[in-house]
């Protein structure tokens, strides 16, 4: 079947610290990759995508690769500010209607 | 301004009784979802639908229901069948149903609260 793995959270970072959450997959089809954040008590919004192998998905300084022979899509950020404290979603799409199914989620905190 | 609203942010229901979560989208996408979110989960699939007047059961159907009598709109019951029916419910949208390279959309949100 479909499934999605994160690292568990929550996770503790410096602000202008390198952050990695990793995301590994099972699919039984190609599927397509994502990432969304959720601010507290908000929905859910896309960070980035990826939709076939090796292709790099980025967006506000984070980063992820489709890596196909690992079945891996972590997420990276070079140097975290107090404002990406939020929790963070990896996600694959997959089957003839698109449904997607989500990991646990990572909630991510930033310090001063 | 493009986007889904859910209304209310907030609901209060007594045990017993059914409520109803509004999901409406002006991003002319045909396919809607509904999801429902526990606290330090991810997100379980209640409701699909992938056309109008069309709507199938995801991961988590039972003690709930809805219908899909416009393109924009996707209300979504929770009934007095679902036994334990605080969460957050999320809605979202996407514009197609079969493409799987299609983002999928949120909403806010609504916190149902069970008293």
């Known amino acids: 079947g479909n499934s999605v793995t994160q690292m568990e959270g929550p996770v503790t970072l410096s602000e202008e610290a390198f952050l990695t959450i990793n995301c590994t997959y099972t699919?039984?089809?190609?599927?397509?990759l994502f990432w969304y954040v959720q601010y507290p008590g908000e929905g859910l919004q896309l960070l980035l995508k990826?939709?076939?192998?090796?292709d790099k998905g980025s967006n506000k300084g984070f980063e992820a690769t489709y890596r196909k022979e690992t079945t891996s899509f972590h997420l990276e950020k070079g140097s975290v500010q107090v404002s990406d404290s939020a929790v963070y979603f990896c996600?694959?799409?997959?089957?003839?209607?698109?449904?997607?199914?989500f990991g646990s989620g990572t909630k991510l905190n930033v310090k001063p | 301004d493009g986007g889904i609203t859910q209304s209310p942010k907030y609901l209060f229901r007594k045990e017993g009784q059914n409520v109803t979560l509004s999901c409406e989208q002006n991003l002319n996408h045909d396919a809607m979802y509904w999801y429902r979110q526990d606290p330090g989960q991810g997100l379980r699939l209640i409701y699909y639908s992938q056309i109008v007047n069309d709507f199938q059961k995801g991961d988590i159907a039972e003690g709930y229901s809805v219908s899909r009598e416009k393109k924009e709109s996707f209300p979504l019951t929770v009934t007095s069948a679902q036994k334990n029916p605080t969460a957050f419910y999320l809605c979202?949208?996407?514009?197609?149903?079969?493409?799987?390279?299609?983002?999928?959309?949120f909403g806010p949100g609504t916190r149902l609260t069970v008293l």
């Open positions: 979202a949208s996407s514009p197609r149903g079969g493409r799987i390279t299609d983002t999928q959309y």
């Open positions: 699919a039984t089809g190609y599927p397509s």
């Open positions: 996600a694959l799409s997959e089957g003839n209607f698109n449904k997607f199914y």
């Open positions: 990826a939709t076939k192998a090796d």
